[in-house]
Structure formats: C-alpha cells, structure tokens
C-alpha cells in the first residue's frame, strides 16, 4: 500500500467517528487533496489513490503541473487567493474556484467564463470568519450581500461557502469559526435566490475533525494525506 493510500484509510476513519458524533453520514464528506507545494510525481500518487479531486492554491504551479501530466482524471480546485489578471487562465484550467473573495473577482471570472465558452463555472464565496487580517474572503455577514449580486451574474454557479480557519489547536475557537460559517451557509441558502447550498468546504489538516462535526461537506487535506510539504516543517 502506498503511504497515501495508507494514510488515506486512517483519515477516513477519523473522519466517520466524527461523523458518527455528530450524528451525520461520513459519506456526505468528501476530500480535496491538497497537492500545492509538492511536485507533480505526487499528483499520480494521488490518482493511484483514488481520491477524485485535487486542489492547488497557485495559477502558474498548476499550469506547470498540468502540462507535465494533463488533467489525470482529477476534478481541479483552485482553493488559494486569485488575482483577477489571473483569471482567464485559471478559467482554462480549474473546474471549480473555492476562493472568491471579492465582487470583483466574481466579475472578472463570469466574463472570461464567457469568454472561454464555458458556462456554470463552480464556484464558492470564501468567508473569513475570524476577522483575521492576513485571511482573505467576504467578512462574515458581507458575504450575504455579496452572494445575491454574485448569483445574479451570468455563467457562474454559486454552490457554496468556503472558510479557512485561524491556525490553532483551540477546539473552541475552530468550533466557534466553523459553526458560523455554516450559520451563514445556511442563511445564504435560505435567503438568497439562486445561491446553491450544497458545498460547505472547511477543515484542513489539523481541524477536518471539528470542521465534520460542524457541518462540513469537503475537506481540504494537504499534510494529513500527502506528507509535509518540501520546504516546510511538519
Ligand atoms: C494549504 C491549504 C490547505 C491544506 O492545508 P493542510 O494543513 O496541509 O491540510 C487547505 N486549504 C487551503 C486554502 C490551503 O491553502
């Protein structure tokens, strides 16, 4: 078995007790391997894995990847900030942005969608929930407003919430991040016409656990699966 494989099973695990927690089926959760960082030998490793989803957080080190390997199956996230000038490649590439965070880039990614001759673009609104200066994404209720004018733009499909939790190993305060993202899911579902609440992508490595029992739908996993990055410490 390899190491992905092996950790895979394990994550898996962790992830139906917490599922089993909080009363909800493991199967409602899926996985993004987070594969940033690592070099493309590590993305058919992922494949071998059977894990459908990939997600890298840079325009320009996916590009390179998939031009060494090409789609490999995957389903592509973009799942880090994206500069507009940025978006017309990123268009080309990804089937589903994770990361919107302003008005503006949801503009400039519905007309090179236009552009591109695709139509219903994936994307999610990401939420930063903590206040924190160095996160980006709609703070907190914002991204209310910022939805029903981002549904009302052609060849985008709003289908979720995003959040990316403070780096901490206080329970309570993941806990209380998660929970408000999901309060805010649900409202944008409930509110806003046209928003498609069917994705709530939180928890990374060191909180998927909390973030299944708060209601998570996808979790991004970089370390926990694929092993730390080259260049960082465990
Ligand atoms: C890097 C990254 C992850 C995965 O991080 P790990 O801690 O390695 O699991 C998830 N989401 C985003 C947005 C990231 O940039």
Not at 133 to 139: E, L, M, P, Q
Not at 192 to 201: H, K, M, Y
Request: aromatic share 4%.
């Amino acid at each position: 078995m390899s190491e992905i494989k092996g950790r895979l099973a394990e994550v898996r695990r962790r992830i139906e007790e917490a599922a089993l927690r909080a009363e909800r089926p493991g199967a409602d959760v899926e996985i993004v391997a987070v594969t940033k960082g690592h070099p493309a030998s590590v993305l058919r490793e992922v494949a071998a894995s059977g894990l459908p989803i990939i997600g890298e957080n840079r325009v320009d080190e996916a590009e390179l990847k998939f031009r060494e390997l090409g789609r490999l199956g995957f389903r592509w996230h973009m799942i880090g900030h994206l500069q507009r000038n940025k978006a017309g490649r990123a268009v080309q590439l990804f089937d589903v942005i994770e990361s919107v965070d302003s008005l503006r880039l949801a503009r400039k990614l519905a007309s090179e969608t236009e552009r591109a001759g695709r139509d219903g673009l994936e994307i999610l609104l990401e939420v930063n929930t903590s206040g924190e200066a160095t996160k980006g994404g709609f703070a907190g209720e914002e991204v209310l407003q910022a939805a029903a004018e981002i549904v009302a733009l052609q060849r985008l499909r709003v289908v979720g919430l995003m959040t990316m939790a403070p780096f901490t190993s206080d329970e309570g305060v993941l806990r209380e991040v998660f929970r408000r993202t999901r309060e805010l899911f649900e409202r944008c579902g409930r509110e806003i016409a046209g928003f498609e609440a069917r994705t709530l992508s939180m928890g990374m490595s060191n909180d998927f656990e909390v973030a299944v029992e708060e209601g998570s739908t996808r979790l991004r996993l970089g370390t926990v699966l694929i092993g730390p990055r080259p260049g960082e410490t465990a």
